[in-house]
């Protein structure tokens, strides 16, 4: 990478696949806006960022922010133009999940908070992020959107989180798309299994196609932030629009 300071945001940085894609980002050279709801969490990112580097303090910035709302998203944005004047990464990280959850027993409240952060949220800091990578000078950056296998393939009782991963698929074609006159590459990486608090679960086992449950293998999160940074320091010249990084022996591939 070269020596010119690149500005990252991360969403979702306080925790899992968002803090392991902070840290990989900091010990790659970038400067890195972190975001998520509770300043808590942003902090003790830092604190490990200190760990893996000796100035990460001078490399990172947290923001507490709701990305679900504009007026957060606007805030956001005005503080990272007002403190570095450009953006070059965006991690669109931040996601919720449901308890498993028949169809029918899906409340229009559970699909609406899903809906909220999963895939207006991601439009919302997307949007904000082509904007600035648009008008900025030298002009371009890169998206990269966090889908998961479930832009792929659903879990039982998952169909909230199923079709806002579907719809950020959509989401970073169009961006892609969207972005070619203005050197903004746009693409998707889709994590399986990837240890973090929220998949743990796995280990316990949870529900397969054919409604049993087992337990599924998983893979350590570092891995995850390895490939944010390798998606990250590509020339915008070049473009993943799609990765798929995954426990090895998950059942995705074939029939399980």
């Keep these: ?70 007026k957060d998203v606007d805030m956001l944005f005005s503080k990272i133009k007002k403190e570095y004047g450009r953006l070059d990464v965006l991690f669109n990280n931040a996601g919720v999940n449901l308890p498993s959850t028949i169809f029918g027993d899906l409340t229009y409240e559970q699909w609406k908070s899903t809906v909220d952060i999963n895939l207006s949220g991601v439009f919302l800091c997307a949007r904000s992020a082509f904007n600035l990578m648009r008008e900025q000078s030298p002009q371009g950056g890169r998206i990269i959107n966090n889908g998961s296998i479930s832009a792929h393939t659903p879990r039982p009782g998952s169909a909230a989180y199923t079709s806002t991963k579907h719809g950020v698929t959509g989401l970073t074609k169009t961006i892609a798309l969207d972005g070619r006159p203005y050197r903004i590459a746009c693409g998707q990486l889709d994590i399986g299994n990837a240890l973090t608090p929220m998949a743990a679960r796995m280990l316990d086992g949870v529900p397969q196609a054919d409604l049993s449950i087992k337990a599924e293998p998983v893979m350590d999160v570092d891995q995850v932030g390895d490939a944010v940074v390798t998606m990250a320091n590509l020339p915008l010249e070049t473009n993943i629009l799609n990765m798929t990084i995954m426990a090895t022996n998950m059942p995705f591939v074939g029939r399980g």
């Design 1 to 70: 990478m070269n020596t010119i300071k690149k500005i990252a945001l991360v969403t979702g940085g306080g925790s899992g696949v968002g803090r392991a894609a902070a840290l990989a980002l900091i010990v790659a050279g970038y400067t890195v806006v972190v975001t998520g709801r509770r300043e808590g969490p942003l902090q003790e990112t830092l604190v490990l960022a200190t760990k893996k580097k000796a100035n990460a303090a001078q490399l990172f910035l947290s923001v507490p922010a709701d990305i679900s709302n504009p």
